[in-house]
Every structure is written in C-alpha cells, then in structure tokens.
C-alpha cells in the first residue's frame, strides 16, 4: 500500500485537487491509523494553524479526510479517494458557475451525435467549452474553487476528468438534450476539418439531419443501417 502510495503522489501533484504537501499528510496518517479516526494534535509540529487549518480544508473537499469530530478526523481509502479524481462532475458543476457557456469542438459533436459518438473514457475524459473572454478570470477562479482541472485552448497530459477552454468575443449556442452547444453548421465544419476522426458523426448528422457532408458512402450506408 505504502507503494501504491508513493507512485501515486506524482500524479496527485499536477492535479487541482490536492497538492504533494496535503497528499504527504494523508499518507502520513493513513500509514499510522488507517481508518481508524484519530488526532490532529501531531500536525502542530509541523504546521502553523492557519496551514493546518487550510490542508484540513483542502484534503476534506477532495474527500480524501473525514471530520468525525472536533479536531477528530479519520481517512478515506485510497481507492474511494481515487475515484473522485476520475468521476464525473463538470456537467453539473457548469450549471452553478452563473457564467455563459457553450459545448464546442469534440463535446459537440458528441452532443449532435446522441452520444452516438463517445471522445471520453474513465481515464481520459475531456470537456471542452467555449466561454466569453470577459469571463476568463471569473471561469479560472471558479474550477480553482471547485477543484477541477482546466486548460486554456490546449490540454496537457492529464488523467481524469478536465475542461479546456475556448474564450471568445461572442458566443452563438443551440440547444440539444438540454445542453448549450455549438450551432450544428460550427459543428458540421469542425468534424470536416478533423474528418479522420469525426467521419462518423458526418454520417450521423447527414442521415439524421438531411445535411451534407464529406462523409464516405460506406460509412453513410452503415449509419443508415442503424438509425
């Protein structure tokens, strides 16, 4: 476990979630107590109480401490703390933010498909939204406030659950499924210019939506077939 541990910890410090420091606190009291609840009274040792004070705050957000009591708190198991990294929240998390928004790029496609067309997996999962360039410091203090991982225009090399921004002067949203989304023709063009990938949800959106597209006979013909 302690190793499971300690090659976990690299990863952990790219993240919004916690930093090395928080997850050297964890490992610390997990080492000695498990998850048995236990004191606080050893961090004075080491810390100043406003920094206790915000890596408790922090390490009980991303759930990986408890509070069980007054000064008293226990830990999460690895694996239940792990699994917030990778579960999914940004769809509702989006809805609290008050902020204009709209689903761009693969996430709309994904959304005009039915989902028929899935960019995302447990390991890798990306959303990506353009937001108003007016907005961007409001967006970056609310993902920092809420803990998730955001990038600006590119994503790096992340597990997990993440958004990339797109800031822009206007934004232009329809609606689908109940989500704001790029217009269907912004979507149509970005699948073009990305054809290698996006062939399939061409098909899709010609069959379904009566448009014209690049898309290949063949695969025209299969979509066909499952509608």
Do not use: H
Not at 116 to 135: A, C, H, M
């Amino acid at each position: 476990m302690v190793t499971f541990l300690n090659r976990l910890a690299d990863y952990i410090s790219m993240s919004l979630f916690i930093t090395k420091t928080e997850f050297g606190v964890y490992s610390y009291f997990y080492n000695k107590y498990g998850l048995k609840p236990f004191s606080i009274g050893t961090l004075k040792w080491f810390f100043s109480k406003q920094m206790i004070k915000k890596i408790l705050f922090n390490l009980s957000k991303a759930e990986w401490l408890e509070n069980v009591g007054r000064g008293i708190y226990k830990c999460a198991t690895p694996e239940k703390a792990i699994s917030g990294i990778f579960g999914s929240r940004i769809e509702e998390k989006l809805g609290d933010s008050g902020l204009k928004y709209c689903y761009s790029g693969a996430s709309a496609a994904e959304i005009w498909s039915d989902d028929t067309y899935i960019q995302r997996s447990w390991e890798y999962n990306p959303y990506f939204i353009d937001v108003l360039g007016k907005d961007l410091k409001k967006w970056k203090k609310f993902f920092q406030k809420e803990g998730i991982s955001f990038f600006i225009k590119q994503p790096s090399n992340i597990l997990g659950e993440f958004i990339v921004l797109f800031p822009k002067k206007e934004i232009s949203c329809a609606e689908k499924n109940g989500k704001p989304v790029m217009q269907l023709k912004e979507t149509i063009d970005f699948c073009e210019k990305n054809i290698d990938t996006f062939e399939y949800v061409l098909a899709y959106l010609a069959r379904k939506y009566n448009k014209k597209t690049n898309a290949s006979k063949e695969i025209l013909e299969k979509v066909g077939e499952a509608l």
